[in-house]
């Protein structure tokens, strides 16, 4: 079992910045890609942007320019640096890792608790 805490989150104006942390632990062995998810009120889970192992990185429209994923293998850590929020940025963010099982060969999605961005315009 992997166990993710992210910490970071808060009410910042429009413009302002904030940056996301992800600590990993447990059996933490064989995590391969990490990333970030966000949830809007009434809206579906997204994608923000994904790290792996190698670091290379993968990032939505909407983040593009503005958000920056960040990874720490050494300490199992992933930030996900946010500039220049938008109220329409305010939603639940979710660190996701996945782990590579050696048999059956799959990746097995572990999920944190979320941390509440609000940004008020």
């Known amino acids: 079992q992997v166990q993710l805490v992210e910490s970071g989150g808060g009410l910042v104006q429009a413009g302002g910045s904030l940056r996301l942390s992800c600590a990993a632990s447990g059996r933490t062995f064989n995590i391969n890609s990490m990333g970030w998810y966000r949830q809007a009120p009434g809206k579906q889970r997204e994608l923000v942007a994904t790290?792996?192992?190698?670091?290379?990185?993968n990032y939505v429209d909407f983040a593009k320019g503005r958000f920056t994923i960040s990874r720490d293998n050494a300490k199992n850590t992933v930030y996900l640096q946010m500039n220049s929020l938008k109220p329409e940025d305010t939603a639940v963010y979710y660190c996701?890792?996945?782990?590579?099982?050696?048999?059956?060969?799959?990746?097995?999605?572990?999920w944190g608790q979320g941390t509440q961005v609000t940004v008020s315009s």
């Open positions: 790290i792996a192992t190698d670091g290379s990185t």
């Open positions: 996701n890792a996945l782990q590579r099982t050696d048999w059956p060969p799959v990746n097995v999605p572990y």
